[in-house]
T-cell receptor, first 115, second 113 residues
Framework: DVKVTQSSRYLVKRTGEKVFLECVQD?????MFWYRQDPGLGLRLIYF???????EKGDIPEGYSVSREKKERFSLILESASTNQTSMYLC??????????????FGDGTRLSIL | AQTVTQSQPEMSVQEAETVTLSCTYD???????LFWYKQPPSRQMILVIR??????QNATENRFSVNFQKAAKSFSLKISDSQLGDAAMYFC??????????FGKGTRLHILP
């Protein structure tokens, strides 16, 4: 089974801090994604990556950056955390296939609170 | 731009009954996939069922089945013989060749004992 591991289940940080959320997958997937999940808004894509050192902006990239130095690891960075970034963050991965029929595999999520 | 709409924020069903969750989408593409994901409380999101747009036959996975109406751009999920473990947030999702998935806002399903 595919395993997507997010480094923290719960995280509390202060306004202005630089925050790192880490995600590791063990199935050699090319694609990795970061979403935030808020009640009533569903999942919104922050950034995604097709390959090492490649990144693409999603729908809500403002205030975030990402890093993908190794294929299995995709990090989300909050450069200067703000209270409106309090949310559940989900990491996902999927293989790159010509038929694009493969689902995304999700981590358990990180519930981040910014005080 | 593609969109996915789930018009029911919350639903409830009696245990052992059947429930249908609605999903509509908008796209100009002809080749795509549709998914239903389940997110139990405080647990990982998992795939429930997927449907290929070029297949007319509706996908089925045990108690879960879909009603895919391509012309109407509708993709509903039917859960038969509902069980307490089916209580979760359900997300409808659309994917095409650019590898991004677009999610609906979700439907929270409650199972009444």
């Amino acid at each position: 089974d595919v395993k997507v591991t997010q480094s923290s289940r719960y995280l509390v940080k202060r306004t202005g801090e630089k925050v790192f959320l880490e995600c590791v997958q063990d199935m050699d997937h090319e694609n990795m994604f970061w979403y935030r999940q808020d009640p009533g808004l569903g999942l919104r894509l922050i950034y995604f990556s097709y390959d090492v050192k490649m990144k693409e902006k999603g729908d809500i990239p403002e205030g975030y950056s990402v890093s993908r130095e190794k294929k299995e690891r995709f990090s989300l960075i909050l450069e200067s955390a703000s209270t409106n970034q309090t949310s559940m963050y989900l990491c996902a991965s999927s293989p790159l296939t010509p038929t694009f029929n493969q689902p995304q595999h999700f981590g358990d999520g990180t519930r981040l609170s910014i005080l | 731009a593609q969109t996915v709409t789930q018009s029911q924020p919350e639903m409830s069903v009696q245990e052992a009954e059947t429930v249908t969750l609605s999903c509509t989408y908008d796209t100009s593409e002809s080749d795509y996939y549709l998914f239903w994901y389940k997110q139990p409380p405080s647990r990982q999101m998992i795939l429930v069922i997927r449907q290929e747009a070029y297949k007319q036959q509706n996908a089925t996975e045990n108690r879960f089945s879909v009603n895919f109406q391509k012309a109407a751009k509708s993709f509903s999920l039917k859960i038969s013989d509902s069980q307490l473990g089916d209580a979760a947030m359900y997300f409808c999702a659309y994917r095409n060749r650019d590898d991004k998935i677009i999610f609906g806002k979700g439907t929270r399903l409650h199972i009444l004992p």
